[in-house]
């Protein structure tokens, strides 16, 4: 229904596919395969819900953005006008009353604007920034500039002036391996590296064909798709060392500290039973995708792969 192909230019996969008679060529915004292979099967299962009937493309909608969003979205999304905090502090001294602050208040009001805007920098959208720790995407929270407020202003204290208790900073951890991310044991990444982003964002997510949640990380320069799950739990709970990632309750979406930990490679029962085998290897031979199984039977794409090429499950279950 779908096949994808590689760019040899710039590395990235690109789809094609037809729909109502007409012929479709996009960019999967990715270079590596496993997540292009991803992508396809559920751009696949989307054009078979509309071949189905089970979804209706709506008129005028655009066909890529319907397909690209499993149907949630029929246009490119539009950033709202957003004002910075240059802007929001500008208009705020220009528009006070006379008199409504003494002159030493003002003084301390700008040496506080002068360092939020020395690590928040002025260009950050005054709409993201937020006290709450569940942030949507993109959002800045205000303990991670209180942290590094902390650092960086401690070296400047003078020996008379009073002693301060340290601001509480959130519980986040670096990500050793990828320089300016750091991880949240609520379940997201902030990143300080400028790339037409404020200092402090929060990085976006995206899920493979299994359910899985990964984030895209620059890491030697190069962008890789990382698994949130696996990041969180490394550096709250320290590296995998042969183990699995295990999501308590079963939900893959679900990416905080609370509800993960490390499990033993076979620890635990198979997920499939022979039963369910079966099944998938005659699906498999009526040429159903194998992300349409793995969706169905809760387990990755690499598992059902690896049925139908008798790299698992290959004794004690007949192949009828």
């Known amino acids: 229904m779908a096949s994808i192909h590689r760019d040899p230019s710039s590395g990235v996969y690109r789809i094609m596919f037809r729909l109502g008679g007409r012929q479709y060529h996009r960019s999967l915004k990715t270079t590596d395969l496993r997540e292009a292979e991803a992508l396809k099967g559920r751009i696949e299962y989307t054009l078979r819900d509309i071949d189905l009937e089970r979804k209706v493309l709506p008129p005028g909608a655009d066909v890529w953005q319907f397909l690209w969003t499993d149907g949630q979205r029929t246009k490119k999304a539009v950033a709202p006008d957003a004002i910075t905090l240059d802007q929001l502090f500008t208009r705020y001294e220009e528009e006070m009353p006379p008199g409504t602050q003494e002159a030493n208040s003002l003084d301390t009001f700008r040496l506080h604007k002068k360092h939020l805007l020395g690590i928040l920098k002025g260009r950050t959208a005054a709409q993201s920034v937020s006290t709450n720790s569940s942030l949507p995407d993109g959002a800045v929270e205000v303990p991670f500039f209180a942290g590094r407020r902390t650092a960086w202003g401690t070296c400047r204290r003078s020996p008379s002036s009073p ?32 790339r037409g982003f404020p200092p402090g964002h929060r990085v976006g997510t995206f899920r493979s064909a299994d359910g899985t949640v990964y984030v895209r990380l620059y890491v030697g320069g190069r962008r890789r798709a990382l698994s949130l799950a696996r990041l969180v739990l490394t550096a ?26 490390w499990r033993r490679r076979g620890s635990a029962a198979a997920v499939l039973s022979p039963a369910a085998v079966r099944a998938v290897r005659r699906r498999l031979k009526a040429g159903v995708p194998p992300a349409r199984l793995a969706a169905d039977h809760g387990v990755s794409v690499h598992t059902i792969r690896d049925i139908r090429d008798g790299k698992t499950w290959r004794k004690g279950v007949s192949r009828a």
């Open 236 to 261: 709250f709970a320290g590296p995998p060392r042969g183990r699995v990632v295990e999501h308590v309750g079963g939900d893959k979406g679900d990416c905080r500290l609370a509800r993960l930990r």
């Open 163 to 194: 002693r301060r208790e340290p601001m509480t900073s959130p519980p986040l951890k670096p990500i050793r391996f990828a320089r300016g991310y750091f991880v949240s044991p609520n379940g997201y990444v902030l990143s300080n590296v400028s």
